[in-house]
């Protein structure tokens, strides 16, 4: 059956995650999972969970995600290398069927992966001591939000066994995106699946994960959240403040990003200019990634900052249900007094 399919349960597997109870006594030991459709079902379904306040997915890469091969089959799936949104992939099949293969249809299809951290929590009563306690968790659960089929090139429907396939292909990208994104709490990916729907039993397939890169110029068109007023050289904030942005925009990761502030009517007290990532992941959360200090009042006639940004920070973008934005945060710490700010959208990708 061509489609998305749930991984199956690894024999022998004796995982288990940890989780505090917040209204017992102590660490409660309990045994959770995560989830991921195929061809992204080639990780340990309990390395998708952690206990609360955990994030399962830091510690996953995409490229552990997609299972190469299903079914009695030798062979791969091979693309040219990274693609960009909107642009096109290119790539080779190289199949061999170990037993004949006589299937409805084949096809070679885009799937895009959306795998995101969800809390968790479950209530369980002891009616011997008439008490309530509660266990929570964070799981990793994906959904294929894109499944886009090709019939070009044709896929034989029917393989017998021994006989040798070999294609090449050059199929579009997404045209809008999203682009390939580790959010940390979430993860974007995209894969070539080629699958034989064969009655009544599993799918043979092969896959390949494909890293497909966001486009500046759709950032600079300013489709979606990405572009606009994060795509500004100088942007004007309350109180007569600009904060402009003085290297290439978007930014690229790994890169410096310039920054020149100019606060007139700044208050008083420590100075901080600091690069800012957001997401709408359900169990994301708000991070610094990188940070300036500067002269108190150096704002007022104009203050430059140069700001790192990490080299695995994931592009501008939203798409899938998911977004990530970053805004450059111009921080005054007023001694004894609510903190006074400002801050501006910019665009990296």
């Not at 006594?25 to 309990?46: C, K, V, Y």
């Not at 659960?141 to 066994?161: N, R, S, W």
Request: a negative charge; charged letters at 20%.
């Amino acid at each position: 059956m061509i489609g998305g399919r749930g991984p199956r349960p690894l024999p022998g597997d004796s995982s288990v995650s940890f989780s505090f109870n917040p209204l017992g006594s102590g660490a409660a030991w309990t045994r959770h999972q995560g989830s991921s459709p195929s061809p992204f079902d080639a990780l340990d379904r309990h390395r998708l969970a952690g206990p609360s306040g955990s994030h399962p997915l830091h510690l996953v890469r995409p490229e552990e995600l997609v299972r190469p091969v299903g079914g009695p089959l030798q062979g791969s799936v091979e693309v040219s290398g990274p693609a960009r949104v909107g642009e096109a992939i290119s790539g080779r099949v190289r199949v061999t069927p170990a037993e004949d293969i006589r299937a409805r249809d084949a096809v070679l299809r885009l799937v895009g992966l959306k795998l995101v951290e969800q809390r968790r929590s479950e209530s369980h009563r002891n009616a011997a001591t008439n008490t309530t306690t509660t266990e929570e968790w964070v799981e990793a659960d994906g959904q294929l939000f894109e499944q886009l089929p090709f019939t070009d090139p044709p896929i034989p429907a029917v393989l017998p066994a021994g006989t040798a396939f070999d294609t090449a292909f050059t199929v579009p990208a997404p045209r809008l995106g999203p682009p390939s994104a580790h959010l940390g709490e979430a993860i974007v990916a995209w894969a070539i699946d080629v699958r034989w729907d064969v009655a009544l039993h599993e799918d043979p397939f092969v896959a390949c994960l494909v890293p497909v890169l966001q486009h500046p110029d759709l950032i600079r068109a300013g489709v979606g959240e990405q572009g606009g007023l994060a795509m500004l050289d100088t942007y004007a904030a309350p109180g007569g403040a600009t904060v402009s942005i003085t290297t290439p925009l978007p930014a690229s990761p790994g890169t410096q990003l310039g920054v020149r502030a100019v606060w007139p009517a700044a208050p008083d007290g420590n100075v901080r200019v600091e690069l800012h990532r957001r997401t709408n992941a359900p169990n994301g959360v708000e991070g610094i990634l990188a940070s300036m200090a500067l002269p108190s009042g150096s704002l007022r006639g104009g203050a430059d900052a140069s700001l790192a940004i990490p080299a695995d920070c994931a592009p501008s973008f939203d798409g899938a249900g998911l977004e990530i934005t970053y805004v450059v945060r111009v921080l005054v710490d007023r001694r004894l007094r609510m903190d006074a700010a400002i801050e501006r959208p910019v665009a990296i990708a």
